[in-house]
């Protein structure tokens, strides 16, 4: 904000990031907003799991399990910066965890507010209050892992590490499938001239193609995306704008709409953040791929190409009619 300038929280319904990665005035309005719940959570105490646990001595380093957490960092060269390098990325792999077990929470509320008689949703509190976890969590991984944009000494380590790669966080891929991505547009990713994909591709494949091709099947009618197409055919009207600013008027589903938007921003943020940060490492290092070998412009512009936007109308790169929703162009404005 400039000087002078006051915050009002319920001032506007756009959203966007600014051009710079960071939330402006009125990205920070909707982040703030605070989220109507039904029923208050009544919050009644647990006994451990484990009965003969003494909880007198169950001190914070214990708790938090931080000797064997700082021990997963086992750096291979002897590189400063390989320590942040590993850092950052198990930060990420952290929120990525934590993103899928509420995203799993999100959808199961989802069905049940989808199923219910009221048009054209039933309550989404239960919802908004873990999707909106979730997107949280998804801003501090793309406030995180742009630290490495400016390590300096990659090249100290690059060449030790062997075909670990970005391409191989099955978390994120879960992440993916949850969102609504159907396929696996990741496949062959890392094909090279001859045709042939490189280690890194098919040894994740060897370890985790069995479990990713059982997400796929799960989540086939059970994502995001396919929540978010439900709740456009219970809305009235005929064209994608003029249901959705029918949707703008019930509580419950604009909620919903803000914050699926605000996850879209942050996912299509990571793939554009880590592409950059790809190009300047290589740069850097003097190299045309990455240790995973894939082509990063190629293989990101599958993504763009088979699968945005996820929530077709709510983005930015929709110029539909506002029909008199504030914003203009798309549903939540430019």
Known sequence: MGEG????????????????GRFG???????MEPLAMAEPYRAEPLPPRDGSLDVSANHYWHYHRLEALLACKQPITA?????????????CEVAFHQMIGDLERTLAALAIALDAQE???????????????VVRLYEVVNATMPILVSMRAFGEFRSAIGPTSGFQSFQFRHLEILSGVAAPYWRGGTRDARGEVHPAEAEFDRRYGTQVAGWLAKHREHNLAHYYRRLLERATGAEVQTRLAALFTHPGATCLLRLLFRYEQQQTHFHR????????QLAMVGASAGTGGTAFQAYLARYQREVEPLFAGLGPEDEGASAGVPGGGSILGR
């Open 5 to 20: 300038a006051t915050f009002d929280p319920h001032k506007s319904q756009n959203a966007r990031l600014d051009g710079t």
């Open 25 to 31: 005035d009125k990205e920070m309005a909707l982040s």
């Open 79 to 91: 590189s400063q910066d390989e320590d942040l390098f590993i850092a950052v990325h198990q930060i």
């Open 119 to 133: 048009r054209p949703v039933g309550d989404t509190a239960e919802a908004c209050y873990f999707l909106e976890r």
């Open 273 to 280: 953040g880590h592409l950059a940060l790809a190009v300047r």
